[in-house]
């Protein structure tokens, strides 16, 4: 049987690497997007698009409740950014980027978790950020900190939840991406410096082959010289 990935985001920039790179190593990519123009304009290229909000856990479950058992992976990318101290970051802030970047995450967790229990293991690969895991990075990002270190708790559980049932979950952190959007927010930075979509999407497939299968607890930093 073919072997379904799912890659939520497929059409970030990220995610858009992703996609590539998973179909030229022969996975079958069940790809969501947040609207339909994206899921049209990925269907062109020929990619399986689905439009799906990840904030609507009743959809999730939905979608997930529609796919074969051939799914053994999901790669989660679908996630954003917001500046601010304590100062600028209220509730209303914060609630934006736990939406955003972990009810995302975790809805779909919690909803593909049974159908991986059944077929007897299954791997996720979320993504982090480096304000998550350090303060002097993270201290004028509260809002957008806060949110993803909540993704690396969501990882650690998966693993205590998935032992012994063949379930994992990695944590790719990348620094700067080099994508469009950030060479037009930052243009005389040093876009060297930055970690390549296509690198991170390597390394993605690296983590789901038989060997990085293995890595359990995984949290990768694609910091390049960033
Ligand atoms: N960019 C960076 O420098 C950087 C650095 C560290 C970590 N990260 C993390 O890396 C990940 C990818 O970043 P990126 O720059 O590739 O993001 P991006 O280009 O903004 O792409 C976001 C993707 O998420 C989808 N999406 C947004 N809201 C959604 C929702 N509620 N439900 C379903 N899909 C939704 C978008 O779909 P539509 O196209 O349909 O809107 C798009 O496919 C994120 O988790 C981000 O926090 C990024």
Redesign the pocket.
């Known amino acids: 049987m073919e072997q379904s990935v799912i890659v ?8 858009a690497g992703v996609v590539k790179k998973l179909k030229a190593a022969g996975y079958r990519v069940l790809g ?4 339909p123009g ?1 899921a049209e304009a990925l269907q062109k290229e020929g990619v399986e698009a689905t439009p ?4 609507d856990e009743e959809a999730v479950r939905r979608y997930i409740d529609d796919k074969t058992d051939s799914v053994f992976a999901a790669v989660l ?5 917001a500046a601010g101290g304590f100062c600028e970051t209220d509730g209303a802030a914060l609630r934006r980027m736990y939406q ?2 972990f009810e ?1 995450s975790y809805f779909l967790v919690r909803a593909l978790l049974p159908t991986f229990e059944k077929k007897g293991g299954g791997q996720f690969i979320l ?1 982090g ?1 480096r304000p998550a895991l350090e303060a002097e990075e993270g201290k004028d990002l509260i809002a957008y900190a806060f949110s993803k270190r909540l993704v690396f708790y969501l990882a650690e559980l998966i693993n205590v939840y998935g032992k012994g049932k063949n379930i994992s979950a990695s944590v790719i952190v ?4 080099d ?1 469009p ?2 060479r037009q927010a930052i243009p005389h930075a040093d876009f060297s410096k930055w970690v390549t979509p296509e690198a991170i999407a390597d390394t993605i497939c690296f983590l789901l082959s038989d060997s990085g299968r293995q890595i359990r607890e995984g949290v990768v930093k694609l910091y390049n010289e960033a």
Do not use: E, R
């Not at 939520?8 to 995610?15: F, H, I, K, Y």
């Not at 799906?52 to 904030?55: E, N, Q, V």
């Not at 990318?77 to 950014?81: N, S």
């Open positions: 939520t985001g497929a059409s970030g920039n990220l995610g969501t997007v947040g609207s994206s799906l909000d990840l904030s990318t679908v996630g954003g950014f955003l970047n995302t993504v950020s990348p620094s700067t991406i994508t959007a950030n």
